[in-house]
């Protein structure tokens, strides 16, 4: 439904700033927003470059009030201490979700008659659910999902596609699995005998607490005794892997490609960036965050952000690559003093020839 300025202003309980009648039809981030749409501006800093945009509306934060002119704005501005909270809240209005529709148990589902089935809970076509499996309430398992016998699900759960539960796994509640994941594969794990790579087997479980989400395409595996845990409130991108054994903390940010060894374990807070490899039996500590690439082979204390390979504290490494971005200066310099130093040697052997010849004449 279209919304004025003065109507997104009564909303967020704030004051227009220009003309208060000014249509939005829809929220864009601001460099796709129309003249009839509505963005934000989260630093202040950046308000020059949303007064240049095309959105005819803008949430802007108080400190960005000062450095706008009657001169240098044609735009309905909208004063908020939080201008990326109350983006979101107007994105909702204008993609409102669609009202969820239950089906129950799809007849063209298979549920083997010992499953225990929550109220509520919608089972799509072609899912599959194995002896002993135990569902909670308001859960949404999508087609081809598969969820192994003695497997067990809390409640308002929310399984996608072709979701792979092996046996024994245990979701707490509010727990979103996206397409083509796998939880509780076999771990990596052989010993070399006679030879030949002999498996070891995997007997243990994966846990994933409260409100956890996990990507498409990204696999968790099973420990070889206990539990492969994911701490509450974690969130972990697509195509992350996560060995067997980890012991995930509260709260982590797991994004893309990530990789971690067997018994890993973070702290609470903990931020990994893309591509970021843990080496086998590494803890991270509390609130660190490691950049993109990270290569991690020891334990790092928490509080710190890292970067590089192997990964370091942010101000070391910078020092490095700033060190290395010298590296063609210094090359030349060398030279230079090399071919001085040349000089200054023939000039020395030269100099003890001739006294050598006077020595010699006296």
């Keep these: 439904m279209p919304l004025t300025a003065l109507d997104v202003a009564n909303r967020l309980q ?6 208060p009648n000014r249509p939005i039809t829809g929220a864009a981030i601001l460099e796709d927003a129309a003249p009839d749409q509505i963005a934000y501006i989260k630093d202040a800093k950046k308000i020059a470059k ?10 802007i934060p108080p400190a960005a009030v000062e450095k706008v002119t009657e001169s240098n704005c044609d735009k309905s501005l909208i004063v908020v201490d939080d201008p990326q909270e109350a983006f979101l809240q107007l994105v909702a209005h204008f993609h409102p979700e669609p009202t969820p529709v239950s089906i129950g148990i799809s007849e063209h589902a298979f549920v083997a008659p010992t499953a225990k089935i929550g109220e509520e809970t919608d089972i799509h076509p072609t899912a599959v659910i194995e002896d002993g499996v135990e569902i909670g309430a308001r859960c949404v398992i999508h087609p081809g999902a598969v969820i192994g016998r003695g497997s067990r699900i809390g409640n308002d759960c929310v399984l ?34 006679k030879g030949e790579h002999v498996k070891i087997p995997h007997y243990g479980t994966v846990i994933i607490e409260d409100d956890v989400e996990i990507g498409a395409c990204t696999t968790i595996d099973r420990s070889f005794l206990g539990a492969t845990r994911i701490g509450r409130g974690s969130k972990i991108d697509n195509q992350v892997m996560i060995g067997h054994n980890c012991n995930i903390g509260r709260h982590n940010i797991l994004v893309s490609h990530v990789g971690f060894a067997g018994s890993v374990s973070t702290g609470d807070y903990v931020i990994c960036a893309g591509q970021v490899g843990v080496a086998d039996h590494v803890h991270i500590g509390d609130g660190a965050v490691l950049g993109a690439k990270c290569g991690v082979h020891k334990d790092l204390p928490g509080g710190v952000t890292y970067l590089g390979t192997p990964a370091t504290p942010e101000s070391e490494t910078i020092r490095q690559v700033m060190a290395l971005r010298k590296l063609p200066e210094l090359r030349t310099k060398v030279k230079e003093l090399e071919t001085q130093i040349q000089q200054l040697q023939e000039q020395l052997r030269q100099q003890l020839n001739d006294d050598r010849s006077q020595c010699s004449a006296a």
């Design 14 to 19: 704030s004051t227009v700033l220009g003309e």
């Design 50 to 59: 949303g007064l240049e945009s095309a959105a005819g509306t803008l949430l």
């Design 160 to 193: 996608y596609p072709h979701v792979v539960l092996y046996p024994g796994m245990q979701l707490a509640d509010r727990v979103v699995i996206h397409a083509c994941s796998v939880i509780g594969a076999d771990g990596f794990g052989y010993r070399q005998i």
